[in-house]
Nanobody, 115 residues
Framework: QVQLVESGGGLVQPGGSVRLSCAASGSITRFNAMGWSRQAPGKQRELVATITNGGTTNYADSVKGRFTISRDNARNTVYLQMNSLKPEDTAVYYC?????????WGQGTQVTVSS
C-alpha cells in the first residue's frame, strides 16, 4: 500500500516562498512519475507539476517560472518549491504518485497566501 504524506503548508504573504514536501512509504522510483496538484475552494483540482523518474518536469502555465518540482530518491521524497506566491495560489496541495498499478494521493496540505 502506498502512503504519501505532505508537509510544509501554512500562511505566507504575497510574494513569499514556501517549500512543500511529500514523503512516500517506500521507494519513489517504483512509480512512473510523481506530481503535485491543488484544489481551491469551489474549484476543480488542478495539476500543478510533475516529475518523471528520469527527471523530466512539466508545469501548469499558471506556475511556470515560479514553482519548481524536485525529487530526492534516497529520501523517498518529492518537493515543490513555490516562489513569488500570489493569493490565487491559495489551495490545498496534494502529492500524487502515478502508476504503474494505479495513482495514489496524499491527504493534502493547506497553503494560504494572504497579507
Amino acid at each position: 500500500q502506498v502512503q504519501l504524506v505532505e508537509s510544509g503548508g501554512g500562511l505566507v504573504q504575497p510574494g513569499g516562498s514556501v517549500r512543500l514536501s511529500c514523503a512516500a512509504s517506500g521507494s519513489i522510483t517504483r512509480f512512473n512519475a510523481m506530481g503535485w496538484s491543488r484544489q481551491a475552494p469551489g474549484k476543480q483540482r488542478e495539476l500543478v507539476a510533475t516529475i518523471t523518474n528520469g527527471g523530466t518536469t512539466n508545469y501548469a502555465d499558471s506556475v511556470k517560472g515560479r514553482f519548481t518540482i524536485s525529487r530526492d530518491n534516497a529520501r523517498n521524497t518529492v518537493y515543490l518549491q513555490m516562489n513569488s506566491l500570489k493569493p490565487e495560489d491559495t489551495a490545498v496541495y496534494y502529492c500524487t504518485s502515478y502508476g504503474p498499478f494505479g495513482d495514489y494521493w496524499g491527504q493534502g496540505t493547506q497553503v494560504t497566501v494572504s497579507s
